[in-house]
């Protein structure tokens, strides 16, 4: 019997200590141009990520910008299974509700649904398998997009106060044949996700530093 209750115990040990392990956590802080803006942070445990975004752009101390976001999603392997995500940008709300349905991905932005492909993925810049997809789905707003990923070589930077290498990636979204999406990322030798740059449509340079 006690040999028994050592081997269940030894087995819930192992399985928490699995669980551990493939929980991972990235925090940054997000820049526009010289001033810093708010936080984006991303948890994943095991095949569940949560996504919670703050931004808030001050001109002459009066707030010109407010930005939330947040969204959870459910993995299999490199296919979205679920997805719930909410954006409130100044006054606009948007919410997208999405679910694997037999051999489709089901995708609802308030009353509109799009029909996609059974495996899909949005932007998990955290899995490095996007770099090899051809389009993504923006949680945001429901946006499928056509995807060109140019791979730049090696870069060296800092995170967190350390220099390293790390291996630069452009990456291209167009939606509708507009330009979309200019996205520069970054991944340590062990392809793990360490930085982020975005030019948004106004010209505007967005900087996620990690934290």
Not at 108 to 130: D, H
């Amino acid at each position: 019997m006690i040999k028994r209750i050592t081997l269940s115990l030894a087995l819930a040990y192992s399985v928490l200590c699995s669980q551990m392990v493939q929980a991972q956590e990235w925090s940054f802080a997000v820049w526009l141009d010289q001033q810093q803006i708010g936080t984006h942070r991303f948890s994943l445990d095991q095949n569940q990520l949560q996504s919670r975004a703050d931004f808030k752009v001050k001109v002459l101390f009066i707030n010109a910008y407010r930005y939330q976001h947040q969204a959870d999603e459910t993995w299999q392997g490199p296919c979205l299974k679920k997805l719930s995500a909410h954006t409130e940008e100044n006054k606009a709300r948007t919410d997208v509700t999405g679910q694997q349905q037999d051999a489709q991905f089901v995708v609802e932005n308030n009353s509109r649904k799009q029909f996609l492909p059974g495996c899909v993925m949005t932007f998990a810049y955290w899995n490095p398998e996007i770099l090899k997809q051809t389009r993504l789905l923006n949680p945001q707003n429901a946006e499928y997009l056509d995807i060109t990923v140019t791979d730049q070589g090696f870069k060296n930077m800092t995170v967190k106060g350390q220099a390293i290498s790390a291996h630069q990636y452009y990456l291209q979204g167009r939606f509708e044949g507009k330009d979309k999406l200019k996205i520069t990322l970054w991944y340590d030798q062990k392809q793990e996700w360490v930085g982020l740059e975005s030019v948004t449509p106004e010209g505007y340079k967005i900087v996620y530093k990690l934290i």
